[in-house]
């Protein structure tokens, strides 16, 4: 079992950045590639950022990349998600996830746990 934790969202003018973080504790945290997800009403939840074991390899969804940054802190059982250049798209849920598995998966159905999610919502 892991539990995780999101905090960080809140209310951002566009062009604006947060930084979002995911705390872990329960199973050995160095065990699960984590991702960021995120889902606004009457959509799917759609894969925004994944980090490895190690945090050697990263991955992003196209509609981020070069805007957000997600990296890891196993020795603080964190996950960070750095967003940079927000835009009202961004506007979302946000949600962290973990995956016991060495590849970084961007299907909702592959994590195995999943936080409660934190509110992010970028004003134009």
């Known amino acids: 079992q892991v539990q995780l934790v999101e905090s960080g969202g809140q209310l951002v003018q566009a062009g604006g950045s947060l930084r979002l973080s995911c705390a872990a504790s329960g199973r050995r945290f160095s065990d699960y590639v984590i991702g960021w997800f995120r889902q606004t009403p009457g959509k799917e939840r759609e894969f925004v950022a994944g980090v490895s074991r190690g945090g050697g390899s990263t991955h992003y969804a196209d509609s981020v990349r070069g805007r957000f940054t997600i990296s890891r802190d196993n020795n603080k059982n964190t996950v960070y998600l750095q967003m940079t250049s927000l835009k009202p798209e961004d506007t979302a849920l946000y949600y962290c996830?973990?995956?016991?598995?060495?590849?970084?998966?961007?299907?909702?159905?592959?994590?195995?746990?999943w936080g409660q999610g934190t509110q992010v919502t970028v004003s134009s």
């Open positions: 996830a973990a995956d016991n598995d060495v590849l970084i998966a961007t299907t909702t159905q592959r994590y195995d746990y």
